[in-house]
């Protein structure tokens, strides 16, 4: 098992910026790809973006590129996600992911473990 503990999230104005952090611990080895998810209420939970855990290979939602960056820290098994320029249409729970079959993309059920969430709010 992978457990994943997000943090960082909160309430921001509009343009601003806020960095997501998510815990890896337990069989880390069994993780070779991290994902982070977000769903906004009434809505399905959709992709934001992807990463491999050596780090080479990401992969990013269109409605995020150039804002959001993906990276991970190794030594330290933990993923962050860099959010810039946020806009109202971020608010969202946002999820980390981990996967184990070496997918780096956008199907959620490529990703096997999940973490509870944490609340990003953007407002105008």
């Known amino acids: 098992q992978v457990q994943l503990v997000e943090s960082g999230g909160g309430l921001v104005q509009a343009g601003g910026s806020l960095r997501l952090s998510c815990a890896a611990s337990?069989?880390?080895?069994?993780?070779?790809?991290m994902g982070w998810f977000r769903q906004a209420p009434g809505k399905e939970r959709e992709f934001v973006a992807a990463?491999?855990?050596?780090?080479?290979?990401?992969h990013y939602a269109d409605s995020v590129k150039g804002r959001f960056t993906i990276s991970i820290d190794n030594a330290k098994n933990t993923v962050y996600l860099q959010m810039n320029s946020l806009k109202p249409e971020d608010t969202a729970v946002y999820y980390c992911?981990?996967?184990?079959?070496?997918?780096?993309?956008?199907?959620?059920?490529?990703?096997?473990?999940w973490g509870q969430g944490t609340q990003v709010t953007v407002s105008s």
């Open positions: 990463i491999s855990w050596s780090g080479i290979t990401t």
């Open positions: 337990g069989r880390t080895a069994n993780a070779n790809a």
């Open positions: 992911a981990a996967g184990s079959g070496g997918y780096v993309g956008s199907y959620a059920g490529e990703y096997y473990y």
